[in-house]
């Protein structure tokens, strides 16, 4: 039985699922937890130590106190993910990579839209720093589909430096 709970951040609620005493599984927003749990077998767990434990990582993170994590993590991919998450764990807080040197770090210097659709397969974002990843001209790219707002909201938050999107200001 997979098992979930709650915490709102800054960048809104999200829905923090584990499953055999590890983390499966963060959902940033309702409509992202309802389209992708099989809600019939996932229950609400208030108590459980390790969602306990998640949420207080995740808030000392969003409070500027917490620069990784030490969670229990359960990640299922291909290989090729599997490697790409592993890179993506390596980028320090406040770091940013281009997709081209995670590309080059793997082995697949052409792989550039590759590294982009694992970072799109990661269930496990915040925790597995996807939102590190930007464009080689140090612009922000796709995030949780197209929530670009919320890469930024994570960058700013750690003091990565990036070019902002200049529609905004």
């Known amino acids: 039985?997979?098992?979930?709970?709650?915490?709102?951040?800054?960048?809104?609620?999200?829905?923090?699922?584990?499953?055999?005493q590890r983390l499966s599984a963060i959902h940033?927003?309702?409509?992202?937890?309802?389209?992708?749990?099989?809600?019939?077998?996932?229950?609400k767990k208030l108590?459980?130590?390790?969602?306990l434990e998640?949420?207080?990582?995740?808030?000392?993170?969003?409070?500027?106190?917490?620069?990784n994590f030490t969670l229990p993590l359960e990640q299922n991919g291909?290989?090729?993910?599997?490697?790409?998450?592993?890179k993506l764990d390596e980028i320090p807080y406040g770091k940013t990579k281009s997709y081209q040197e995670i590309a080059q770090a793997v082995g697949r210097p052409k792989a550039v839209r590759a590294i982009g659709q694992a970072?799109?397969?990661?269930?496990?974002p915040i925790i597995i720093p996807c939102h590190r990843v930007i464009g080689k001209n140090q612009t922000l790219t796709g995030y949780a589909g197209t929530r670009v707002e919320i890469k930024d909201r994570?960058?700013?938050?750690?003091?990565?430096?990036?070019?902002?999107?200049?529609?905004?200001a």
């Open 1 to 20: 039985m997979r098992m979930y709970t709650t915490v709102e951040t800054d960048i809104g609620k999200l829905f923090i699922v584990a499953e055999n």
């Open 28 to 43: 940033i927003g309702e409509e992202d937890f309802y389209a992708n749990e099989d809600i019939a077998h996932t229950r």
């Open 47 to 51: 108590e459980d130590p390790l969602l």
């Open 54 to 67: 998640s949420v207080e990582q995740i808030n000392e993170y969003f409070a500027g106190e917490r620069t």
């Open 78 to 86: 291909t290989v090729f993910q599997m490697e790409v998450w592993k």
């Open 119 to 124: 970072n799109k397969a990661n269930k496990l």
């Open 154 to 168: 994570l960058l700013c938050l750690e003091g990565a430096s990036f070019k902002a999107d200049k529609r905004k």
